[in-house]
């Protein structure tokens, strides 16, 4: 935001990129205006689709083929890099903006080392060469925090974690001593002690370097721990402006309030999360008043009518919606960003007899080698795990990737051999039966994914998704039957009986993951593994999806097995919580005795790391070093020693 008295180091004035779809214009930013000034971190704010992303390609001017700036002006440093000749704009690029992405994989070049990639970086915008450059190289590899940095510079992106090649990209973009860092969604990929390390190294390196950074994200976490000032943007312009303080204390957009409102929280248990009706409208349209006014509760007829102007609500906060221009249409409730309003009471927490109990559970895969391909070790993926979930609760599997969640998921419903343990399901164990007589479970035990467009079949209807399931175990066999508990499914999923005939590339993510929850409820089960189902949903959908789960369970009494990374999701729809590591659960408990005292310092390093939106709540931060060892050669002892920053010598020996 703009001081009054230093130039801004970038100061964007009505930015308008199109991108060209079959001849029509998609007007993906659409007359965008903010400043930016030195030493500041400012946040652009808002879902997918919304134009965060083509805002940055637009003031790097690195747009695909189809997209082109069709107006505006992009002042950094005193130039407008939109009337620059490319040559011109490469050295701009080098010497005073760099860019991060998000997936720091598809930016890196696999044939090439890193020492060699960034040796490229230093060779074309500086003087530096030969022994020069590396030493420089491997400079740059120490102070984004990479151990052994003369020998990793010799090392390929793919022997590195997503965590050391965003560091390899920070320590890229950094080369030549940028005035302004472009930070793509830099850790939505990683999780989140590894965010924690490489918010923390953003935050030195500003610091050290008095560097500007544009963050692009979606996290109100991240903005919260970041951002000096935060724009919000929708539809493709900015809806909002304000420093961190003011947004995160009187947000006045009702799209800004309504993303508060959206995300779950402890002290909304036993609520419904607000959601956002409707979908964002498509960019192709010509808009002839506010552009949320078809999803807005204070729409009033102007809203339709008339495009809401800049309204300057103090020095520092400006917002573009009528509720506050000269004639205001209506006025909001007064309260706090984010206050919840409560529906209902959850019932309190009552031990019920297990419905899954697993005791000891494994699940080792073998590494074969040589041209035998004989045994030469295993990876303990799930090693010697203890769970009990009651009918009607939610137990939530937390921890980070690659700790074995999925696996044990997996391995309860048996589409993953067990290589020892055992899983009962009420009165039966099921890990002791054939497939043929595990047939007659899969109907109680079903599983939900991530990403829900790769596990619906594209080729196939909604109506045959659905029915898919009823038919192969063998209920309602007569096809009138079927439809009719197609629509009723479909119905208690929130989708319409009309879109049955329709295919998943039709539906949006959000109504993707709810013809998965209808397969799911196709054949009436009593357990769901959930498995991430909602980590790549902006939060608007995902307070739909959360709603949905949680009504169900109240309706049919269902349980879940929550797998997730995501603490303020577990801290609103969970009962019972393990936190795992490495294989093995190191701590479980209810919600309230795991999340508001956990005991594990593994449980205390991971809630430490989770960005929080209200600093009154913010613990002592409890940083982890390194990343998370190798399942096929686990650290001796408490898998977690290495990390921990209480360990002893007895950890090192005895688990
Ligand atoms: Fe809602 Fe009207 Fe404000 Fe738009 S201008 S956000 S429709 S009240």
Sequence with gaps: MTNGMTQPLLQVIDLATWIDADGTPLRAVDGLSFEIQHG??????????????????????????????V?????????????????????????????????PAASLNPVLTVGAQIREVLEQHTELRGNAARAR????????????????????????????????????????NPSLLVADEPTTALDVTIQAQVLDLLRKMQQERGMSILLITHDLGVVAEMAHSVAVMYAGEIVEVATRETFFSRAAHPYSRKLFEALPRGDGRGSALAVIPGVVPPLSRVFTGCRFADRCDHAAAKCHTSPPERIALSEDHIVRCHLYGHESVGSLPSGASGTIVSTGVQPPFQAHEALLAVTDLKVHFPIRKGIFRSVAGYVRAVDGVDLEIPSHRTLALVGESGCGKTTIGKGILRLLPLSGGEVWFGAENISALSHQRM??????????????YSSLN???????????GLRSLGVDESSGERQRRVDMLLEQVGLSSDMRYRYPHEFSGGQRQRIAIARALA???RLIVCDEPTSALDVSVQAQILNLLRDLQQRLGLAYLFITHNISVVEYLAHHVAVMYL????????????LKSPKHPYTQALLSAVPVIDPSKKTEVMRLQGELPSPSNPPRGCHFN??????????????
Excluded: W
């Design 40 to 69: 500041e971190t400012f946040a652009l704010l808002g879902e997918s689709g919304c134009g965060k992303s083509m805002t940055a390609l637009s003031l790097m001017r690195l747009l695909p083929d189809a997209a082109r700036v």
């Design 71 to 103: 107006g505006g002006e992009v002042n950094f440093n005193g130039r407008d890099l939109l009337t620059l000749p490319e040559s011109a704009m490469r050295e701009v690029r080098g010497n005073s903006m760099a860019m991060i992405f998000q997936e």
């Design 137 to 176: 190289c491997v400079e740059l590899l120490e102070a984004v925090g990479i151990p052994d940095a003369t020998m990793r510079a010799d090392e390929y992106p793919f022997q590195m974690s997503g965590g050391m090649k965003q560091r390899v990209m920070i320590a890229s973009a950094l080369a030549c």
């Design 439 to 452: 047939r007659k479970h899969r109907k109680d035990l079903q599983i939900i994914f991530q990403d829900p």
């Design 458 to 468: 594209p080729r196939m209807r909604v109506t045959e998704i659905v029915e898919e």
């Design 523 to 525: 054949v009436q089960p």
């Design 583 to 594: 294989g093995r659960i190191v701590e479980t408990g209810t919600v309230d005795e795991v």
């Design 642 to 655: 290495p990390r921990c920053p209480k360990a002893g010598a007895l950890c090192k020996q005895i688990y």
